[in-house]
């Protein structure tokens, strides 16, 4: 199982005969695995030594996926014209579109999702001492070097974030100052949203939760900006078209470089006077760039035909989640699956067991990301296919049944050395 002790610490005990019979116990626990099936290249490792890689699975994240043919066709014909002048068609078409798609008025392509939350908030906060009320577990709180105070001045008031990434509506309204206190206080201007939430595992926000929280922004007077970087996840996994999904909110970020695979940007939607001031803000962060219709083109593709393929991506990853939580010594909560997110607990997970479980994959070509001292974190889309996903279950199995063997070896040879020794 994952929690014994690796084949490394085994394999040191075990004198060269062994060690050499080792070698073929090894290759007969991946025939089990039945990865002898994949063809199989000999690469160079980063120690320098061969090794054994049968294809390639990246699930550190949804961003790693590479432009399509029709992608890169698209973007070889795009037509292009200087966007920061406002000329840019394909980047006018691909804005029209994210808008319409998500019910408001007007979009904006930024160069990054990071970018995208920064200019909202900013935008909604355009007054010193402004205050933003957001999930302690969100990507805007954790991930984005605090951006919103560094660069907005803007105050972050944090709530906490539950397991399903919602907040407590209660809590929510207990962190919104009283503007009669305002001599003290910063003044609460904007609620964000993060939807599906990355942190809890691409859970999603329902149509109601979010309506409830849009009504308390709007009983308080604030705003409420949604981060949509997987909105489409979440749209498909609810079965909620995204505008209806987004109704409730003031603005939304949408990541083009996440779920749906483009390789680039993010678009901004809200009201038409919002997008002024986006655009405005866009090239203060030195955001506004020309021949972006390049990008954009990429963008249209990925929208015209990576959303039907979320599905897929979601069955996919329920049955991945399945099959880890058939490996002892692994553990998923399957009820958390909702999208194409998977963390993925070690027990008696420590850092260097999770690192080495970690060096073990990617020997075999499998790539994912540790996300703490005992857990994992597994992302899946369009270019993770059903084999692939069985390809790297039998990685995860190859090893338990590895160490077994090497167990067993070690275990013969310590009898025949007590029973020769006696002789
Ligand atoms: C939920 C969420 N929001 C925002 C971002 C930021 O996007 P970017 O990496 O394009 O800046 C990410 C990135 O992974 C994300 O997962």
Excluded at 80 to 94: E, K, Q, R, Y
Excluded at 171 to 180: G, L, M, Q
Excluded at 235 to 256: F, K, T
Excluded at 312 to 339: C, P, Q
Aim: proline residues 3%.
């Amino acid at each position: 199982m994952w929690g014994s002790s690796g084949m490394g610490d085994l394999l040191g005990s075990f004198p060269e005969s062994v060690r050499v019979r080792t070698k073929h116990a090894e290759k007969s626990c991946e025939d089990a695995a039945q990865v002898a099936r994949v063809t199989s290249d000999v690469v160079q490792g980063s120690s320098g030594k061969e090794r054994m890689v049968a294809r390639t699975v990246d699930l550190r994240s949804d961003t790693v996926t590479k432009p399509t043919e029709a992608m890169r066709i698209a973007m070889a014909n795009a037509e292009v014209d200087d966007d920061v002048l406002g000329n840019d068609p394909t980047a006018f078409l691909l804005e029209t579109e994210m808008a319409k798609k998500m019910g408001k008025e007007a979009a904006l392509f930024v160069p990054s999702g990071t970018m995208g939350n920064l200019i909202c908030v900013l935008v909604h906060c355009d007054v010193r001492g402004s205050e933003v009320i957001l999930g302690d577990n969100c990507h805007i709180y954790i991930y984005e070097n605090g951006g919103v105070s560094t660069i907005g001045g803007v105050h972050p008031r944090s709530v906490k974030n539950n397991e399903d990434g919602t907040m407590d509506i209660d809590s929510i309204e207990a962190a919104i100052r009283n503007p009669s206190g305002e001599l003290l206080y910063p003044t609460t201007r904007l609620i964000c949203l993060e939807n599906s939430h990355a942190n809890s595992g691409g859970r999603c926000l329902s149509v109601e939760y979010t309506d409830r929280v849009g009504e308390l922004a709007k009983k308080h007077g604030l705003k409420l900006h949604i981060d949509g970087a997987r909105i489409f996840n979440a749209s498909v996994a609810l079965g909620v078209p995204p505008d209806r999904l987004v109704q409730a909110a003031d603005s939304v970020s949408v990541c083009l470089s996440k779920g749906i695979g483009a390789p680039v940007g993010s678009v901004i939607v809200g009201s038409k006077i919002f997008i002024a001031k986006a655009r405005r803000l866009r090239k203060t962060l030195g955001g506004g760039m020309r021949q972006i219709g390049v990008l954009c083109a990429a963008a249209l593709v990925a929208l015209e035909e990576n959303v039907g393929k979320l599905e897929s991506d979601h069955r996919k990853t329920r049955l991945f989640a399945d099959g880890l939580n058939e490996i002892k010594g692994l553990k998923v909560n399957a009820g958390s699956v909702e999208t194409n997110i998977i963390f993925i607990d070690i027990e008696e997970g420590t850092r260097s067991r999770v690192e080495k479980i970690c060096n073990y994959l990617e020997e075999r070509g499998v790539y994912l990301l540790q996300e703490n001292s005992s857990r994992l974190r597994v992302v899946l889309h369009h270019q993770v296919s059903a084999s692939d996903v069985q390809y790297a279950l039998s990685c995860f199995k190859m090893k338990p049944a590895f160490v077994t063997c090497c167990r067993q070896l070690l275990r013969e040879y310590k009898m025949k050395r007590a029973t020769s020794e006696r002789i």
